[in-house]
């Protein structure tokens, strides 16, 4: 992610305060993937919404692994 990118990130991340925010601007800071917290959609559960639109097989299979990778070093 670029340092323009991450500057305009930095205050959400920053003042995020449900888990599932914290983890999508973490995403988003960390490799450009963009997912939604499922807090947005009013509800109780902690974890995000993507959409899946990638048409190319090889850039789907980036995003996920990218997803993958992301997830797999938070949880250590």
């Given at each position: 992610t670029d340092s323009k990118t991450k500057e305009l990130i930095s205050p959400y991340l920053e003042q995020a305060s449900r888990i599932d925010e914290k983890f999508c601007y973490g995403l988003l800071w960390e490799t450009g993937v963009c997912v939604v917290?499922?807090?947005?959609?009013?509800?109780?559960?902690?974890?995000?919404?993507?959409?899946?639109?990638?048409?190319?097989?090889?850039k789907f299979e980036k995003i996920l692994n990218l997803i993958n990778e992301y997830t797999k070093n938070l949880v250590g």
């Open positions: 917290p499922l807090s947005g959609f009013n509800t109780e559960y902690n974890w995000f919404r993507m959409t899946l639109l990638e048409e190319n097989d090889e």
